[in-house]
Each structure stands twice: as C-alpha cells, then as structure tokens.
C-alpha cells in the first residue's frame, strides 16, 4: 500500500542520499548511522533526526532488516479484502504491528497484502486472529510454498 506522506516537507539532498543508496547494504555495525554520518560528511545525530523526520513525515515506514523467510522464525503472506473506503483505516491497523514487514494495495477483490512474521506457527495464527478481530475483516492466509528472492531496493526518481 503506498504511504501517504507529507508534500509540504521538502527532502533535502541528505534525504535522498539516505533513501536511496541505504535501501541495501546497510552498515551492520554497533553505530550504524555514525557510519553513514562518515560517509555522508555529517554527525551522527543529524542523521538519525533526518531518518526520524521522514518517518515521521511518512517517507518511510521502518527501518530494518529483511530476512530470508522462515530462517528466523516462520512467515507467511497474507491478503485481505477490505472496502476501499476503509481500506486506509485497515492497513493503518495492520502497519502498527511490528511483525508486518510491509503492506500493498492491489487492484483485486483482495486489495490488501501484507507480510508478517512470528517465533512459530501458533505465533503467526495469534497475530491473524489479532488482526481479524481488529479490523472486522477476514484474512487470507497464504504460506510459502516456494521460495524467490526479488531484490527490493529501487532507485528513485526525484523530480
């Protein structure tokens, strides 16, 4: 589902540098934004109140890593069909728990797709009874049956 964010924050030359060359390859390290500060010839606060702006601002939802499926616990894909008209107020549901690793909106009767993740499989069917009960909307549950690795860092495109 695309993030709404603030048009009214202009992202600075900083901001983009952070969005677009540290959606991969992110220092794994005790001080990682000291490194990127390094790299990009700032302190390292600055650049965690920059990456704290834009999320808060809506530019970006977390920053984390993304594993392998199923090699730290289990994880499953899971769709929804919800009204568009309230499509927003589910996915808002769904993005505040932390073991969604990222939502989409589709043009099908089920619209909403989201990732999560938990220790177990008991884990993950608490966290879908959570989300139904929540939202008032069933969900689909589709575990993986085979798996693919799509890289999903994109350059973006500035105007």
């Not at 589910?90 to 993740?117: C, S, T």
């Not at 009874?129 to 929540?134: A, D, F, H, L």
């Not at 069933?138 to 798996?147: G, I, M, Q």
Request: hydrophobic share 40%; glycine share 6%.
């Amino acid at each position: 589902m695309d993030i709404e964010h603030d048009t009214n924050i202009q992202l600075t030359r900083i901001d983009r540098e952070l969005l677009n060359n540290y959606q991969q390859e992110f220092p794994l390290v005790d001080r990682p934004y000291r490194v990127l500060a390094d790299k990009l010839g700032l302190d390292e606060e600055m650049v965690i109140n920059r990456l704290d702006m834009m999320k808060k601002h809506g530019y970006i939802s977390r920053i984390g890593p993304v594993f392998k499926c199923n090699t730290l616990g289990v994880s499953t894909l899971v769709a929804m069909s919800v009204p568009d008209e309230e499509l927003e107020q589910v996915a808002g549901i769904v993005n505040q728990l932390p073991e969604v690793n990222h939502n989409y909106e589709r043009d099908h009767k089920f619209n909403l797709w989201f990732v999560m993740a938990a220790a177990d499989v008991k884990g993950l069917e608490k966290l879908i009874e959570k989300i139904e009960i929540k939202t008032g909307y069933p969900c689909l549950n589709l575990p993986l049956l085979e798996d693919f690795h799509i890289d999903l860092g994109f350059e973006l495109q500035w105007t």
